[in-house]
């Protein structure tokens, strides 16, 4: 079984420039994950999804970043501009609706703004 | 910020020791869990102990959990230099992982 697939794995962009972000969860997994993690720290969430509807995006910081997840299964993040305390690992994960205690994270995105 | 707070923030150790890392949180805990992170393979879930749990067994790993302490600690016995990692406590609460900041473990040989 294939697990959750982000691209792409290394970004490197200047501030103030857009980038985004791409997952693919686990087939049949309703619940979404987007995590922030900087350099030395744990990951901390940025979004919630269930199916296509953002259930908990209380610490998104709104003014730049947007997310979406159009169908309920792949979804996109997006910074717009990026600032260089954005450099960070950008995590997703995915579980069953209800079973936030089994998350499967993907790889990450490693961001560098400079 | 939510964060569990992790003591020690690095490890270093030989082949065959034992290692122990703590995790504690400001708020109450719900379900507890452990996981690895490294380059090769990511963040990995280790173990997950549940709030009525007070001790938890996987192998070479023992997990504990004091929820009037608020706190956990994960014990690696006879370490070997594959468990070089970083380790994170994660606790299960609200539908979301509120992560800990995280024990560096390198085991030399």
């Known amino acids: 079984e294939a697990g959750v697939v982000q691209s792409p794995r290394y970004k490197i962009i200047e501030k103030k420039q857009p980038v985004a972000f791409w997952c693919n969860p686990i087939?049949?997994?309703?619940?979404l994950y987007w995590y922030r993690q900087n350099l030395g720290q744990g990951p901390e969430l940025l979004i919630r999804?269930?199916?296509?509807?953002?259930?908990?995006d209380s610490q998104l910081p709104k003014d730049r970043f947007s997310a979406e997840r159009l169908k309920g299964v792949d979804s996109t993040l997006k910074i717009q501009p990026a600032e260089l305390g954005d450099s960070a690992v950008y995590l997703c994960?995915?579980?069953?609706?209800?079973?936030?205690?089994?998350?499967?994270f993907g790889p990450g995105t490693r961001l560098t703004v400079t | 910020s939510q964060q569990g707070e992790e003591d020690p923030q690095a490890l270093s150790i030989q082949e065959g020791e034992n290692a122990t890392m703590n995790c504690s949180y400001k708020?109450?805990?719900?379900?507890l869990q452990w996981y690895r992170q490294n380059s090769g393979r990511g963040l990995v879930h280790l173990i997950l102990?549940?709030?009525?749990?007070r001790e938890k067994h996987s192998g070479r790993l023992r997990v504990t959990l004091d929820t009037s302490k608020k706190s956990s600690s994960l014990l690696i016995t006879a370490s070997r230099a594959a468990d070089t990692a970083s380790y994170f406590c994660?606790?299960?609460?609200?539908?979301?992982?509120?992560f800990g900041t995280g024990t560096r473990l390198l085991v030399s040989p």
């Open positions: 994960a995915s579980s069953l609706s209800g079973q936030a205690y089994e998350q499967y």
């Open positions: 087939s049949g997994h309703n619940t």
């Open positions: 999804y269930e199916n296509e509807e953002a259930v908990d």
């Open positions: 708020t109450s805990i719900n379900n």
């Open positions: 102990i549940r709030s009525n749990e």
């Open positions: 994660a606790d299960t609460g609200f539908q979301k992982l509120v």
